[in-house]
């Protein structure tokens, strides 16, 4: 069945980096993206960007911009998402998800999730 | 960027019950917008896409309708497995921003 399944749970200190890992099964990893969604304790969703896993063209917000890089590596259809400069606000589950995007009206959904990943950044 | 606001932020219903969530983009997004549900310390899961198509395997208790600016979520006949929290997000542009959600509380 489809499934993303993501690396443990971390722990960093204040202006370290992390790189969590999402790995793709049982569906054509390269004709769907990927999108990183993180969950900071007790708060609500936040998209941080999207890589389209054919061509590897990324999208990130703003927030995000110049701190984080998302890749994909086909040969072993895993994502990545690494965030770097870390601050006690980047403490969050991390969560990836395969993107859909249709053709031709080009709804873009995620339709499968994965468990998520707990980054702790604390001294 | 567009911002998406929910309303209300939460609200309580019985089993049984009909409730309706609204959620209100920033700007026009056709019927670009996304529902999930999300249950504490899971994944959130995808309910309906394009404003009103179901998800597989979602039961047809859940619709969405709007276009533009306006849209809503509504449950019917209320089950035990619904009580979460929802939210909307907006497929229309980069970045894909979350309404900020909806917590349905067993009144």
């Known amino acids: 069945q489809v499934q993303l399944v993501q690396s443990g749970a971390e722990v960093r200190e204040p202006g370290a980096s992390v790189k969590v890992s999402c790995k793709a099964s049982?569906?054509?990893?390269?004709?769907?993206?990927i999108t990183w969604v993180r969950q900071a304790p007790g708060q609500g969703l936040e998209w941080m960007g999207w890589i389209s896993a054919y061509k590897g063209n990324t999208s990130y917000a703003q927030k995000f911009q110049g701190r984080v890089t998302m890749t994909t590596d086909k040969s072993t259809t895993t994502a990545y998402m690494e965030l770097r400069s870390l601050r006690s606000d980047d403490t969050a589950v991390y969560y990836c998800?395969?993107?859909?995007?249709?053709?031709?009206?080009?709804?873009?959904?995620?339709?499968?999730w994965g468990k998520g990943t707990t980054v702790t950044v604390s001294s | 960027d567009i911002q998406m606001t929910q309303s209300p932020s939460s609200l309580s219903a019985s089993v049984g019950g009909r409730v309706t969530i609204t959620c209100r983009a920033s700007?026009?997004?056709?019927?670009?917008l996304n529902w999930y549900q999300q249950k504490p310390g899971t994944a959130p899961k995808l309910l309906m896409y394009a404003g009103s198509s179901l998800q597989s395997g979602v039961p047809s208790r859940f619709s969405g309708s709007g276009s533009g600016t306006d849209f809503t979520l509504t449950i019917s006949s209320l089950q035990p497995e619904d009580f979460a929290t929802y939210y909307c997000q907006q497929g229309y542009s980069d970045p894909r921003t979350f309404g900020q959600g909806t917590k349905l509380e067993i009144k």
């Open positions: 998800a395969k993107v859909v995007v249709t053709a031709p009206s080009q709804y873009y959904y995620m339709d499968v």
């Open positions: 049982g569906y054509t990893f390269s004709s769907y993206g």
């Open positions: 700007q026009s997004i056709s019927n670009y």
